[in-house]
């Protein structure tokens, strides 16, 4: 079943917004929201937007909640190398290049788990385009915080990309409250 929004800022209203990283999903908060199944972004959700390896809490609770439900990796990063790489370190299956928050690429991966919208849930770091796609879809929507939100400030591209997703990141929030957003 597809979400009615009445007013076009509920796109950006997430189900849950949680001031942790995305381990703070438990099975018992799945129970409670009725859900049986994740889509999961990578960059900044699962690992940090200039990291190569998966981090062992993050490992530890993908076999936990693998165990429990099916998970796919949906990522807008157009390195499919990069993606499948994380994917295959997790034995996942993934899409990269989804284009959220175009529904295409995330109907695909929701098909695919043969579960309603309305029992999965997209979980990302960003607004305008985990969160979108999600709504858009009927999905709930839980919005987290990056595993490593702390910059380091030596002169790198890593430095330079890490700080534009924060900022984009605090953008996208603080638009959504000043539409009367609680987040």
Not at 31 to 43: A, N, P, S, W
Not at 48 to 65: K, N, P, Q, T
Not at 90 to 105: D, F, T
Request: with cysteine; charged share 25%; hydrophobic share 45%.
């Amino acid at each position: 079943m597809f979400k009615i929004f009445v007013k076009p800022w509920h796109l950006i209203s997430p189900d849950l917004v949680l001031s942790a990283p995305i381990y703070a999903i438990t099975p018992q908060l799945m129970e409670t929201h009725g859900l049986r199944g994740l889509i999961l972004d990578v960059d900044n959700t699962l690992i940090g937007d200039d990291e190569a390896d998966v981090s062992a809490e993050i490992r530890v609770w993908i076999e936990l909640m693998r165990s429990k439900y099916p998970i796919w990796l949906a990522s807008n990063n157009f390195s499919d190398r990069r993606i499948q790489k994380v994917a295959e370190s997790l034995n996942l299956p993934y899409r990269s290049r989804a284009g959220k928050p175009s529904r295409r690429v995330v109907r695909q991966v929701l098909e695919a788990m043969e579960l309603p919208a309305s029992q999965v849930a997209m979980v990302g770091d960003r607004l305008f385009t985990d969160t979108i796609v999600g709504n858009r879809l009927g999905l709930f929507t839980i919005l987290v915080q990056p595993p490593c939100e702390e910059l380091v400030f030596k002169p790198s591209i890593a430095t330079i990309f890490k700080a534009r997703s924060s900022f984009l990141r605090n953008w996208e929030i603080w638009i959504a409250r000043k539409s009367g957003v609680k987040i």
